[in-house]
């Protein structure tokens, strides 16, 4: 069976290296070490499906050098050194990185089609079940010898298992294991045929360009096929654009005490109607008190640093509040004030109109 020359895994050092050298870098910019940041992940070129699809192609081979965590990448970098200790000296460069490149692409496409629901996917491990699959068909032509071949058989079963197996209990990307899996074995088959022509001293060189052509026609077939508009893109991207400001979770969580707030001081409609002015004296100030927390509420949420699209729904929600305090204050005024009365419903009826508007937007 050829092999290179001097035995070298330049590749593989290489692949660890770039997988590291990315993983210290997103580190640095949040990505997180050992909880994981999916925001980071989207911004540097993991696998979403209505970016991927709707022209982010590149998305599926950056995936593979991207890691949800420090476990997720130690785990992955010793399997790849792993089988590349075998594969690449075995394989030589050009079918070597062709196996890790592709793969990745065909089972990152695998993901794609499963998930109905978009999902972040990254981690080279679909890569890395097309490079076991490689072995595991090299191992049903007898290419690899026997001594070899039981040496390696186990702790490749073992990586298999244990990844599928993990897929199913804790949510992992399944279907990019399985689809890398099947796609390496699929390229290992013809591999062995372009390794047994060359032993044969018959040409094979077209084998590798026409595992990357036929790679590239699916990827492209299947994007073309399942093309995501313009309009979602531009949607999902305005989300991450958003959600990448320090404030955002501070955000998030102020805007449901203020929906809590609000939704217990409208109780107050509810059981009584406008006569504001008619309320128990202690139900009242309870009233104007739920109002005044929603307003620190609202304040708080103006002065934090959020997107465009948070600012203006903080402006929303400050001058829903302050309407609803000014429309208190026309009611209670309307009852103290007979003699204007009706120039105060007048106001009171346009705040109202206010109010609602107010309200279409928070919905």
Partial sequence: MPQDENGSLTLTYTIIGINVLVFMIMGLQGAGVFDASGLVHLRWGSNYGPLTASGDWWRLITAAFLHFGIIHLAINLYALFFIGTYLEPTLGKLRYITVYLCSAVLAGLASLYWHKEPVNSAGATGALFGM???????????????????????????????????????????????????????????????INKENKQQAAGWVVPAVIILSVFIC???????????KVRN??????????????????????????????????YHHYGDNLSGLPKPILEQFKLKLEKANSI??????????????????????????????????????????????LNVERERVKKEIDKELLKLK
Avoid: C
Avoid at 170 to 186: E, F, K, Q, V, W
Avoid at 222 to 227: A, G, H, R, S, T
Avoid at 242 to 252: E, H, I, L, T
């Fill in 298 to 343: 609202a304040v708080k949420m103006m002065n934090l640093d959020v997107g465009e699209e948070m600012k203006g729904l903080a402006a929303t929600v400050n001058r829903y509040v302050e309407l609803r305090k000014k429309e208190m204050e026309l009611t209670l005024r309307i009852s103290a004030q007979p003699d204007i009365a009706d120039t």
């Fill in 220 to 230: 492209g077939w299947y994007l073309q096929q399942n093309k995501v508009s313009a």
């Fill in 132 to 194: 076991y699959g490689v072995f595991l068909a090299l191992l049903t032509t007898r290419l690899i010898p026997k001594k070899v071949s039981r040496s390696f058989l186990l702790s490749v079963l073992i990586f298999l298992l244990y990844n599928l197996f993990s897929g199913v209990t804790r949510g992992i990307d399944l279907a990019s294991h399985t689809g890398g899996l099947l796609s390496g074995m699929l390229i290992g088959y013809l591999f062995a045929f372009s």
């Fill in 235 to 268: 949607n999902v991207l305005r989300d991450i654009k958003n959600d990448s400001y320090p404030d955002v979770d501070r955000f998030k969580e102020l805007y449901e005490q203020f929906v809590i707030v609000q939704d217990d001081a409208l109780q107050v």
